[in-house]
């Protein structure tokens, strides 16, 4: 393990305002919930975060470069599918996935109830056994802008292995 660029290790954050109306889409599941995160694509957070976590660790631009909310051809937009293209970015570059690591912070939706859910699909997505993958919950103990249902925020991290 002396090859620096055997392992690598990426961060991701992203937070969206949640809104009436709006499908609660959330680490490429759409859960039961009143609310649902606003944004140029579908607004997964979860798989926003996730983006910056892998394409930042494998020295790739960020998600605002490769996707940028601008561009037409992004609007409503399924982030599965742009996750999908990350991660074969990432292996172009020479990278497989080992594991990921998701926080998701807000008081809304609750998310044990669709916990082994999350897991399954975000593995399916990379490629990987659930096992791989964590998710946790926090709330934010009714302090702060995300209380009450506002807002969902995530932060990841990934590692990821040279091929």
Known sequence: MNDPDLLRV??????????????????GLVLPHDKGPVGHSDGDAVLHALIDALTGAAGLDD?????PDDDPRYRGA??????????AAVHGAGFAVV???LVLIGDEPKLRP???ALRARIGELLG???ARVNIK???????GPLTDGAGIAVHAICLLRAL
């Open 137 to 143: 919950g926090k709330t934010t103990e009714r302090l």
């Open 78 to 87: 399924d982030s599965a599918a742009l996750l999908q293209a990350a991660v």
């Open 99 to 101: 594991n990921v690591d």
């Open 128 to 130: 990987l056994p659930a």
């Open 10 to 27: 990426g961060l991701g954050y992203d937070v969206h305002r949640l809104a009436h109306g709006r499908p609660c889409v959330l680490g």
């Open 63 to 67: 998600i605002g470069t490769l996707f």
């Open 114 to 116: 669709h916990r082994a």
